[in-house]
C-alpha cells in the first residue's frame, strides 16, 4: 500500500464499525486466507504523487509485492499548483513500475467529498470538478495499463454525510469498510477470472 492520507488510513470512528482503516480490512480478510501474508504500508498523509514516486515506490518495490494498492492524487489535489496532467503522469510511472515486476496493481477513485457535511459551499463545486477529473484520469490508468480499480467516486454511499470525517477530507469508518469491500470484491473477481483461464 503506498500513496497519501488515503493509503494511510487516517478517518474517524463511526458507530457499529470497527476502528480498522479500509487497507488494513484488506489485508486482513485476505491473510485470513493466506496467513503467511506480509504486509506494508508506505501511505503517509499530504504526500504529492512524484514523492509518492520518488520515496515510496523504490521501497514498496523492493517489497517484490504479489498485489500492490496505489491511492495518490488526494494531497496533489489540496495543495497549491494542483496539476491534474502532471499527477497523472506519475501515477501511471507508478503502475507501470509494478506492472513491470509481475505485480497485481489496484488503483482507486475517491469518494465524491463534495458531499462531506463540513465542505463550504463555496467550495463544492470545485472539490466536485476536481474529484470527479482525479477519478476519470485513474480509471484511465487502470484501463491503458490493464490493471484492477476500484471506483468509489459514482458509489451510492458517496452521497451520505455519515462516510465523511469532521476535517471533511477523509472517511468515517463506515467509509472505510464500504471501500475495502469495494476493493475485496474487486481483487475477488479478478482472481476467478484468473482462475477460470487456468
Partial sequence: M????IAEGL????????????????????????PELAYLNLGKSMTRSVAVRSGQLPEALAFAPDLALVACGSADMLLPGYDPARAERELRAIVTAFAGQGCDVMTVGLFDGSYAQNIPKLFMASRRKRIHESSRRTKQVAEDLGTLHVELTWHPASKDADIYSQDPRHGTMRGHAIAAAEAIRVLGAH????????
Avoid at 478517518?11 to 493466506?34: M, V
Avoid at 482472481?191 to 487456468?198: G, P, V
Fill in 191 to 198: 482472481l476467478d477470472a484468473q482462475a477460470a483461464r487456468e
Fill in 11 to 34: 478517518g474517524d470512528p463511526a458507530p457499529g464499525y470497527r476502528d480498522q482503516p479500509w487497507c488494513d480490512r484488506i489485508a486482513a480478510e485476505l491473510t485470513r486466507h493466506r
Fill in 2 to 5: 503506498l500513496g497519501d492520507s
